[in-house]
């Protein structure tokens, strides 16, 4: 039986490099598979394996003082999901291109959103009303094609290094003095946002502690999410119950999918959203179609 765990830790490393010997040495001992960032805020990790390795893997990193009391979640998957193994050490552990603006301490981030429980979003929406609480994406806009939090403000960025300019704009003044909840898919981009968003005069911050993956085991589909979880493994996508909806619209017949693959001409490999049905169609555009016809 196989898993994969998602786990991150804003916390002081003094040596990164260390830590990335250590880590890369114990995942290929363990023959796990997946993604480690590790920077001087702390450590980011996506990895699948074998259910008896993964709980070593936990097991030793509890080991190391500045991992103490990090949360894993636990997800169904395989090593088979992920490429291969990749140990990296960089400036940022999420890249907002942010690094100068990021201060952290044992206690994670400073000066970053509150957290709150699955349940307290709830309560919060439920007593302020859906005009004080405002949901705010904090992922990429194809992200939340196929899943989001019901009247959720989703920018119009490509990459997450584009938040720092795009909170800035004049447009989400109105928001400034509304309670704010940031969600993504664990977490760890929320811990970042949050605290960017603060230094640009949002005053009332929060993000969901956990993350959407949190949310979704708690209430699958019956609270304020809508739709699929855009996940970057070869999956591709999860919904947490049989009841959740398309929401996506396929880029060809508008038809609702959920349903990502690459545009096949390989010059271009742009990731598109294509029903079942239109799948044999399977390129993002008419230039594309024909591009592959001369070849």
């Given at each position: 039986?196989?898993?994969?765990?998602?786990?991150?830790?804003?916390?002081?490393?003094?040596?990164?490099?260390?830590?990335?010997?250590?880590?890369?040495?114990?995942?290929?001992?363990?023959?796990?598979?997946?993604?480690?960032?590790?920077?001087?805020?702390?450590?980011?990790?996506?990895?699948?394996?074998?259910?008896?390795?993964?709980?070593?893997?936990?097991?030793?990193?509890?080991?190391?003082?500045?991992?103490?009391?990090m949360e894993f979640k636990w997800s169904?998957?395989?090593?088979?999901?992920?490429?291969?193994?990749?140990?990296?050490?960089?400036?940022?552990?999420?890249?907002?291109?942010?690094?100068?603006?990021?201060?952290?301490?044992?206690?994670?981030?400073?000066?970053?959103?509150?957290?709150?429980?699955?349940?307290?979003?709830?309560?919060?929406?439920?007593?302020?009303?859906?005009?004080?609480?405002?949901?705010?994406?904090?992922?990429?806009?194809?992200?939340?094609?196929?899943?989001?939090?019901?009247?959720?403000?989703?920018?119009?960025?490509?990459?997450?290094?584009?938040?720092?300019?795009?909170?800035?704009?004049?447009?989400?003044?109105?928001?400034?003095?509304?309670?704010?909840?940031?969600?993504?898919?664990?977490?760890?981009?929320?811990?970042?946002?949050?605290?960017?968003?603060?230094?640009?005069?949002?005053?009332?911050?929060?993000?969901?502690?956990?993350?959407?993956?949190?949310?979704?085991?708690?209430?699958?589909?019956?609270?304020?999410?809508?739709?699929?979880?855009?996940?970057?493994?070869?999956?591709?996508?999860?919904?947490?119950?049989?009841?959740?909806?398309?929401?996506?619209?396929?880029?060809?017949?508008?038809?609702?999918?959920?349903?990502?693959?690459?545009?096949?001409?390989?010059?271009?490999?742009?990731?598109?959203?294509?029903?079942?049905?239109?799948?044999?169609?399977?390129?993002?555009?008419?230039?594309?179609?024909?591009?592959?016809?001369?070849?």
């Open positions: 039986m196989e898993k994969v765990i998602l786990y991150y830790k804003f916390s002081p490393i003094s040596d990164p490099e260390a830590v990335r010997l250590w880590q890369k040495n114990l995942c290929e001992k363990l023959n796990l598979k997946g993604r480690i960032i590790i920077s001087s805020h702390g450590i980011n990790g996506t990895l699948g394996g074998d259910i008896k390795n993964v709980k070593e893997y936990v097991k030793e990193m509890k080991t190391f003082k500045s991992f103490k009391g169904d998957g395989c090593a088979a999901d992920f490429p291969k193994l990749s140990v990296k050490v960089r400036d940022e552990i999420v890249t907002f291109n942010a690094s100068k603006d990021i201060k952290v301490d044992e206690h994670g981030i400073v000066g970053g959103g509150k957290h709150l429980s699955p349940k307290a979003v709830n309560e919060m929406v439920e007593k302020y009303g859906e005009d004080q609480v405002v949901f705010f994406d904090g992922r990429n806009k194809y992200e939340a094609e196929v899943g989001r939090f019901k009247n959720a403000v989703v920018p119009e960025i490509e990459t997450t290094r584009d938040f720092k300019k795009e909170l800035k704009k004049s447009k989400y003044d109105k928001l400034k003095d509304k309670k704010v909840i940031t969600y993504c898919t664990g977490g760890i981009r929320c811990e970042v946002l949050s605290m960017l968003m603060k230094k640009n005069g949002f005053k009332d911050v929060y993000q969901i502690d956990g993350g959407i993956v949190k949310y979704g085991e708690q209430y699958r589909d019956k609270g304020y999410w809508d739709g699929s979880l855009y996940i970057f493994d070869k999956r591709m996508t999860q919904k947490f119950s049989e009841e959740a909806k398309d929401i996506g619209s396929c880029i060809h017949c508008h038809g609702k999918t959920s349903n990502f693959e690459n545009c096949i001409n390989k010059t271009c490999n742009k990731l598109i959203l294509i029903c079942k049905n239109c799948f044999f169609n399977n390129t993002c555009s008419q230039q594309c179609q024909e591009v592959l016809s001369l070849a």
